[in-house]
C-alpha cells in the first residue's frame, strides 16, 4: 500500500514501455514486501511504521527538490488540510501494521488495499449516482471475497478475523486520506505533500506507540531499514515514476501482484497455507480492485 497507489493516467506516447511497465511491477512488489518486515521488527507495529516514514523523511525532500516541487509555501488553511490528511495516513498506517501481526500476509495485503472499492462506493454517495458496467462488477466481487476471507480468518483464529478489520480499517482511512489531500495533490505534487504528510504523521505514530507501551528503538535495525527503503524508497520512488503513464485498468492489474507476493511470502516464510477457498476469497477480492479502478476511470 503505497500514498502514490491512486494515481491515474494514460500517457504511455513518447516514453519507454518496457522501462515503465517494469518500474510499475517492481514498485508494487517491493510495497509487498513491507509486511514481511513489519513482523520481523522487534519494535511494535506502530513504532515500525514511525521509522518507516521517519526515515525516509530527508530522501522525500530530496526526491521533491529533484522533481522542482516546492515544499515551502503552502498556505496555512493548506497545511491545516494536510494534518487532518497526515492524521488519516497516521492511523491508516497504525491500523495496517497492527493488523499485519495478527492476520495471513495476503489478507493483509488484500484489506489494506480496499481504499480503491471504498472510494467507488463514496463516489455513489457523493453523485448520488447508481452503479453501471465495471462498477457493479466490483461491488459483486468485493462483498462476495470479502464475506469469504473475512469467514476463513474467523474459522482459523478470532485474532485473524480481528486482524483483517484492521486492515479494511487501513484501508477506509486510506481512503479518508486520499480524498482529503486530493486538491493539494494536484497543486503542489506528490513528492512535496508526502514531505508535509511525513512531518504531521511521525509525531502521531510515535505517539501512538507510546501509549500503546511499544518498544521503539530497534535493537536490530535491519528489518526496520529494509521497510523504509523498499516501502517509501523504492516501491513508492517507481509508482511515482510509472503510475502517470497508465490507464486505470492496468494500474489494478498490476495492483494484483501486491497480493500474490505477500501472499507467497506468507507461505514460504511463515507457513501460511491457503485453501481453495481462500484462492477463490483473494481472487474475488483482487477482482474487485481491478474493476473499481476500470470503473472510476471510465467515469
Same mark, same amino acid.
Not at 24 to 53: K, M, Q, Y
Not at 67 to 93: E, H, I, M, N, R
Given at each position: 500500500?503505497s500514498?502514490?497507489s491512486?494515481?491515474? /493516467?494514460?500517457?504511455?506516447?513518447?516514453?519507454?514501455?518496457?522501462?515503465?511497465?517494469?518500474?510499475l511491477l517492481?514498485?508494487?512488489i517491493?510495497?509487498?514486501?513491507?509486511?514481511w518486515?513489519?513482523?520481523?521488527?522487534d519494535?511494535g507495529?506502530v513504532?515500525?511504521?514511525? $521509522?518507516?516514514?521517519?526515515?525516509?523523511?530527508p530522501?522525500?525532500?530530496?526526491?521533491?527538490?529533484i522533481?522542482?516541487?516546492?515544499?515551502?509555501?503552502?498556505?496555512?488553511?493548506t497545511?491545516?488540510? +494536510?494534518?487532518? /490528511?497526515a492524521?488519516?495516513?497516521?492511523?491508516d498506517l497504525a491500523? $495496517?501494521h497492527?493488523?499485519?501481526g495478527?492476520?495471513?500476509l495476503g489478507?493483509?495485503?488484500?484489506f *489494506?488495499n480496499?481504499? @480503491?472499492?471504498?472510494l467507488?462506493f $463514496?463516489?455513489?454517495?457523493? =453523485?448520488?449516482?447508481?452503479?453501471?458496467?465495471?462498477?457493479? +462488477?466490483?461491488i459483486?466481487?468485493?462483498?462476495?471475497?470479502?464475506?469469504i476471507?473475512l469467514?476463513?480468518?474467523?474459522?482459523?483464529?478470532?485474532e485473524?478475523?480481528?486482524?483483517?478489520?484492521?486492515?479494511?480499517a487501513?484501508g =477506509?482511512?486510506?481512503?479518508?486520506?486520499?480524498?482529503?489531500?486530493?486538491?493539494a495533490r494536484?497543486?503542489?505534487?506528490?513528492?512535496?505533500?508526502?514531505? $508535509?504528510?511525513?512531518?504531521?504523521?511521525?509525531p502521531?505514530?510515535?505517539?501512538?506507540a507510546?501509549?500503546? /507501551?511499544?518498544?521503539?528503538?530497534?535493537t536490530?535495525w535491519?528489518?526496520i531499514?529494509?521497510?523504509?527503503?523498499s516501502?517509501?524508497?523504492?516501491g513508492? *520512488?517507481?509508482l511515482?515514476?510509472?503510475?502517470?503513464?497508465?490507464?486505470?485498468l492496468?494500474i489494478?492489474?498490476?495492483?494484483l501482484?501486491?497480493?500474490?507476493?505477500?501472499?507467497?511470502?506468507?507461505y =514460504?516464510?511463515?507457513?501460511?497455507v491457503? @485453501?481453495?477457498?481462500?484462492?477463490?476469497?483473494?481472487i474475488l477480492?483482487?477482482?474487485?480492485?481491478v474493476?473499481?479502478?476500470?470503473?472510476?476511470?471510465?467515469?
Amino acid at each position: 500500500m503505497s500514498e502514490t497507489s491512486q494515481v491515474d /493516467g494514460s500517457n504511455i506516447s513518447g516514453a519507454r514501455p518496457a522501462l515503465l511497465l517494469a518500474a510499475l511491477l517492481a514498485g508494487n512488489i517491493a510495497l509487498a514486501l513491507g509486511p514481511w518486515f513489519v513482523r520481523e521488527a522487534d519494535t511494535g507495529p506502530v513504532s515500525a511504521a514511525f $521509522w518507516r516514514l521517519f526515515l525516509a523523511l530527508p530522501f522525500l525532500f530530496v526526491f521533491a527538490r529533484i522533481s522542482g516541487q516546492k515544499v515551502a509555501g503552502l498556505s496555512g488553511k493548506t497545511l491545516a488540510l +494536510v494534518s487532518l /490528511g497526515a492524521l488519516a495516513f497516521a492511523l491508516d498506517l497504525a491500523s $495496517w501494521h497492527i493488523g499485519i501481526g495478527m492476520t495471513r500476509l495476503g489478507n493483509a495485503t488484500l484489506f *489494506g488495499n480496499a481504499g @480503491s472499492v471504498i472510494l467507488l462506493f $463514496w463516489g455513489f454517495i457523493a =453523485t448520488r449516482m447508481m452503479p453501471r458496467g465495471f462498477e457493479w +462488477v466490483a461491488i459483486a466481487c468485493a462483498l462476495s471475497g470479502a464475506a469469504i476471507l473475512l469467514g476463513r480468518s474467523l474459522d482459523i483464529a478470532f485474532e485473524s478475523f480481528v486482524g483483517d478489520l484492521f486492515c479494511l480499517a487501513a484501508g =477506509t482511512l486510506y481512503a479518508v486520506y486520499l480524498l482529503t489531500l486530493q486538491g493539494a495533490r494536484a497543486r503542489f505534487g506528490a513528492w512535496s505533500l508526502l514531505v $508535509w504528510v511525513a512531518i504531521f504523521a511521525c509525531p502521531v505514530l510515535l505517539g501512538l506507540a507510546v501509549i500503546l /507501551g511499544e518498544p521503539i528503538w530497534p535493537t536490530d535495525w535491519t528489518p526496520i531499514l529494509i521497510l523504509f527503503v523498499s516501502s517509501q524508497l523504492i516501491g513508492q *520512488g517507481l509508482l511515482v515514476y510509472s503510475l502517470g503513464h497508465f490507464p486505470p485498468l492496468v494500474i489494478g492489474v498490476a495492483l494484483l501482484t501486491q497480493p500474490a507476493v505477500a501472499a507467497l511470502v506468507g507461505y =514460504t516464510v511463515f507457513g501460511e497455507v491457503l @485453501s481453495a477457498l481462500d484462492i477463490i476469497g483473494m481472487i474475488l477480492l483482487g477482482s474487485a480492485l481491478v474493476a473499481a479502478r476500470a470503473g472510476r476511470g471510465a467515469r
